[in-house]
Antibody
């Protein structure tokens, strides 16, 4: 059973780049069986899909965030990463990583989530 | 402003049947499957319904999903106190190279 765990700084200054990593255990990130997604949730608000990457490196991004987002994969470490540039307070949220089976297209499992606060 | 529209709140008493709606457009619900997620306070969302009306193993049959045109619904029958949670619908949107969209979420209160 695949398990996911987010990691990265909990505090980022405005205008800087938010960087998070999701470590995959219990399975190979290069199996070709999954898309790997980032999803965020501001406190008290709904879910927002940020983007996903496939093992090949192919990506899809939320159009509203596309200009600031980069998702990459490191197969040697069984990890995928998120970079969000030029952050503002509006980017403060719990960030989740999640796997999406290619044949089923659901988000499961999810990581536990990590809170990132944008503040000076 | 979420792409999929859900009522912000819903409520019911134990044993009742409650439905939560999710409205979209031809580029998302109208042409793709709908998924439902349940989020208990302080936890990550959990898959509840996939491909419009399919339940993953372990999800009680009190939960059911349906879709018609550009709208979908989640029904919960025999409401229980532990069903009090936030519920989100999601669908793939074919516009702009494709991307996932979520509803704004519905807070279900069991009275």
């Amino acid at each position: 059973q695949v398990q996911l765990q987010e990691s990265g700084p909990g505090l980022v200054k405005p205008s800087q780049t938010l960087s998070l990593t999701c470590t995959v255990s219990g399975g190979s990130i290069s199996s070709g069986s999954y898309y790997w997604s980032w999803i965020r949730q501001p406190a008290g608000k709904g879910l927002e899909w940020i983007g996903r990457i496939y093992t090949s490196g192919s990506t899809n991004y939320n159009p509203s965030l596309k200009s600031r987002v980069t998702i990459s994969v490191d197969t040697s470490k069984n990890q995928f990463s998120l970079k969000l540039s030029s952050v503002t307070a509006a980017d403060t949220a719990v960030y989740y990583c999640a796997s999406e089976p290619v044949t089923l297209n659901w988000f499961d499992p999810w990581g536990q989530g990590t809170l990132v606060t944008v503040s000076s | 402003q979420s792409v999929l529209t859900q009522p912000p709140s819903a409520s019911g008493t134990p044993g009742q049947r409650v439905t939560i709606s999710c409205s979209g457009s031809s580029s998302n619900i109208g042409s793709n499957y709908v998924y439902w997620y349940q989020q208990l306070p302080g936890t990550a969302p959990k898959l509840l319904i996939y491909r419009n009306n399919q339940r993953p193993s372990g999800v009680p049959d009190r939960f059911s999903g349906s879709k018609s045109g550009t709208s979908a619904s989640l029904a919960i029958s025999g409401l229980r106190s532990e069903d009090e949670a936030d519920y989100y619908c999601a669908a793939w949107d074919d516009s702009l190279s494709g991307h996932w969209v979520f509803g704004g979420g519905t807070k279900l209160t069991v009275l």
